[in-house]
T-cell receptor
Framework: KAGVTQTPRYLIKTRGQQVTLSCSPISGHRSVSWYQQTPGQGLQFLFEYFSETQRNKGNFPGRFSGRQFSNSRSEMNVSTLELGDSALYLC?????????????FGPGTRLLVL | SQQGEEDPQALSIQEGENATMNCSYKTSINNLQWYRQNSGRGLVHLILIRSNEREKHSGRLRVTLDTSKKSSSLLITASRAADTASYFCATAGGETSGSRLTFGEGTQLTVNP
C-alpha cells in the first residue's frame, strides 16, 4: 500500500496570508491526525478527524482548522499567518480511532512564514 | 505541552555500541510508541508496546515499559551510522483520546562510523 502523502512539501507565505495543507491517508485508514513540529515546542497535536468528524482538538487558536472528506483525505487551514506558524506540519493516519493503534506519518509540509 | 521527558537529550556513540534512551510520562496510557525522525523528515514508527506489556523486541530494538514508574526505555543494539536520527516516544491514552499521541522532547542520537 502507498504510505501517507502530504502536499505541498514546502511552502513559503507571508504574514497575514492563509494556507491550506493536504493529507492523503493510507488506503482504508479512516483517522487522520495533524501535528505541528517546531524547535521550541516540539511535536504538538493539532486535531484528529475520523469519519469526517473532528474527534479531538489540541490547544491551538481558532486560526487553525481542518476538515476531512468522505474519502478520508484531510486538509488543514491556517488563516492570518504569523511568523510563529513556521513549522513542519505532519499528518498521521490509522485504521480506526481508539488509541491502540500504530500511527503512520507522512513526510510533512514545511511552512515558512516571512 | 509535552507529556513527558526523554533522557538524554543527545547521545553520541561509536558504531557497534548499544544506545539506550529513556522516556518518562505523566498520565495513564493505553500504549507507548517509539518513532525515529531523520533530519526534519516524517516520523517512522519503530515499535508499539501496550500498557499490559513489560518488554518487546523488534530486530535490534528492545523496548521496556514500567507503568508503575511511568517510564520506558529504548535500546538499540549494535548501532550503525544509519541509526543516526532523533528518537521520540509517544503515548496514547484511552478510547476517549482517539488517535491523539503526546510526544516527548526526543533524543538526538549520533552514531559515529
Amino acid at each position: 500500500k502507498a504510505g501517507v502523502t502530504q502536499t505541498p512539501r514546502y511552502l513559503i507565505k507571508t504574514r497575514g496570508q492563509q494556507v491550506t495543507l493536504s493529507c492523503s491517508p493510507i488506503s482504508g485508514h479512516r483517522s487522520v491526525s495533524w501535528y505541528q513540529q517546531t524547535p521550541g515546542q516540539g511535536l504538538q497535536f493539532l486535531f484528529e478527524y475520523f469519519s469526517e468528524t473532528q474527534r479531538n482538538k489540541g490547544n491551538f487558536p481558532g486560526r487553525f482548522s481542518g476538515r476531512q472528506f468522505s474519502n478520508s483525505r484531510s486538509e488543514m487551514n491556517v488563516s492570518t499567518l504569523e511568523l510563529g506558524d513556521s513549522a513542519l506540519y505532519l499528518c498521521a493516519s490509522s485504521l480506526l480511532s481508539y488509541g491502540g493503534e500504530t500511527q503512520y506519518f507522512g513526510p510533512g509540509t514545511r511552512l515558512l512564514v516571512l | 505541552s509535552q507529556q513527558g521527558e526523554e533522557d538524554p537529550q543527545a547521545l553520541s556513540i561509536q558504531e557497534g555500541e548499544n544506545a539506550t534512551m529513556n522516556c518518562s510520562y505523566k498520565t495513564s496510557i493505553n500504549n507507548l510508541q517509539w518513532y525515529r525522525q531523520n533530519s526534519g523528515r516524517g516520523l517512522v514508527h519503530l515499535i508499539l508496546i501496550r500498557s499490559n506489556e513489560r518488554e518487546k523486541h523488534s530486530g535490534r530494538l528492545r523496548v521496556t515499559l514500567d507503568t508503575s514508574k511511568k517510564s520506558s526505555s529504548l535500546l538499540i543494539t549494535a548501532s550503525r551510522a544509519a541509526d543516526t536520527a532523533s528518537y521520540f516516544c509517544a503515548t496514547a491514552g484511552g478510547e476517549t483520546s482517539g488517535s491523539r499521541l503526546t510526544f516527548g522532547e526526543g533524543t538526538q542520537l549520533t552514531v559515529n562510523p
